[in-house]
């Protein structure tokens, strides 16, 4: 029961272009929705969020946009940076009921090339 | 402030050995979780709980058990190693908005 879906394994982008990184998800009552980037041989550690009652949330280079009709979440980095490089995990649940169980999309690997 | 310790950061089993992967947290919060990530892959939950004494499965629980006597430790114990149990296990914590992952421990059963 896969709740919530990261369709790109692998993203490559040049360094100082944007990157969009995808996630749909399929529970119409989720209403918090989060990112986490992973470094290797670390955990990892929480990016950006948003809540339903907004569509775009921005934080320096990274914004996170929500279209609650598609059940569609995207990341944006702008420029996109070396550093960048990690795996980017999306993640979404409803306050209150599902919360206990934590689940995540697969992943996806960003490459950024110098 | 630790946040997520993990302990040990690299064990290598025989098969049928077993061991306990500790994890400890220090934010006072109530959801604690296991995962582990295979090569390749995304995070797959083992087992969760809610609160000091309360557990539940996750997505591929077989072959470990967990247990919850405080709200700051939470560990996995694995009875019968097995080399699909290969893998690298994190743990995590959450107090009501974002997860923290501990650092990672990487098993290996030979």
């Known amino acids: 029961d896969q709740q919530v879906k990261q369709n790109s394994p692998s993203l490559s982008v040049q360094e100082g272009r944007i990157s969009i990184l995808n996630c749909d998800y399929t529970n119409s009552m989720f209403d918090y929705f989060l990112w986490y980037k992973k470094y290797p041989a670390e955990g990892p550690t929480f990016l950006i969020s948003i809540s339903s009652i907004k569509d775009k949330n921005e934080d320096g280079r990274f914004t996170v946009f929500l279209n609650k009709s598609a059940k569609h979440l995207s990341l944006h980095i702008v420029p996109s940076q070396p550093g960048d490089s990690a795996v980017y995990f999306c993640h979404s649940f409803s306050g209150g009921t599902s919360y206990g169980k934590l689940t995540f999309g697969q992943g996806t690997i960003l490459t950024v090339h110098p | 402030n630790a946040g997520v310790t993990q302990t040990p950061k690299f064990r290598i089993l025989k098969i049928g050995q077993s061991m306990t992967l500790q994890c400890t947290q220090d934010m006072n919060h109530n959801y604690m979780y296991w995962y582990r990530q295979d090569p390749g892959m995304g995070l797959k939950l083992i087992y969760y709980?809610?609160?000091?004494?309360?557990?539940d499965k996750g997505e591929v629980p077989n072959g470990y058990n967990v247990s919850r006597s405080t709200t700051e430790d939470f560990p996995l114990r694995l009875e019968l190693a097995a080399p699909s149990q290969t893998s690298v296990y994190f743990c995590?914590?959450?107090?009501?908005?974002?997860?923290?992952f501990g650092q990672g421990t990487r098993l290996t059963v030979v």
């Open positions: 995590a914590s959450n107090g009501g908005s974002e997860a923290f």
């Open positions: 709980s809610v609160g000091a004494g309360i557990t």
